[in-house]
């Protein structure tokens, strides 16, 4: 199966912005970025289909943008106006039904 590396993590002030990445080492379709904060469950917070539309949980919509290339296998996640709430580790998978395998996943802490 298809694995992913996710990358582009780190420590971000309230407001500010990061930019994930997840490289596959095959093709991929419909792909989602998932996040686990500690303690609560994973959650998708954004999708896209191999056509380019994209979903969006509530959370993010508006502050989140997911992207494609194609042509590199990539996957990534454009992240702005940041909160503490988004904190978690930032995961990437097969959407709407992922992969067993999951990645190293990236941190991302919203902190003053």
């Known amino acids: 199966q298809v694995q992913f590396v996710e990358s582009g993590g780190g420590l971000v002030q309230p407001g500010g912005s990061l930019r994930l990445s997840c490289a596959a080492s095959?093709?991929?379709?419909?792909m989602g970025w998932y996040r686990q904060a500690p303690g609560k469950q994973r959650e998708l917070v954004a999708a896209?289909?191999?056509?380019?539309?994209?979903d969006y949980a509530d959370s993010v919509k508006g502050r989140f943008t997911i992207s494609r290339d194609n042509t590199k296998n990539t996957v990534y996640l454009q992240m702005m106006s940041l909160k503490p709430e988004d904190t978690a580790v930032y995961y990437c998978?097969?959407?709407?039904?992922?992969?067993?395998?999951w990645g190293q996943g990236a941190q991302v802490t919203v902190s003053s």
């Open positions: 998978n097969r959407h709407p039904v992922p992969y067993s395998y």
């Open positions: 896209i289909t191999s056509g380019g539309s994209t």
């Open positions: 095959g093709s991929i379709f419909s």
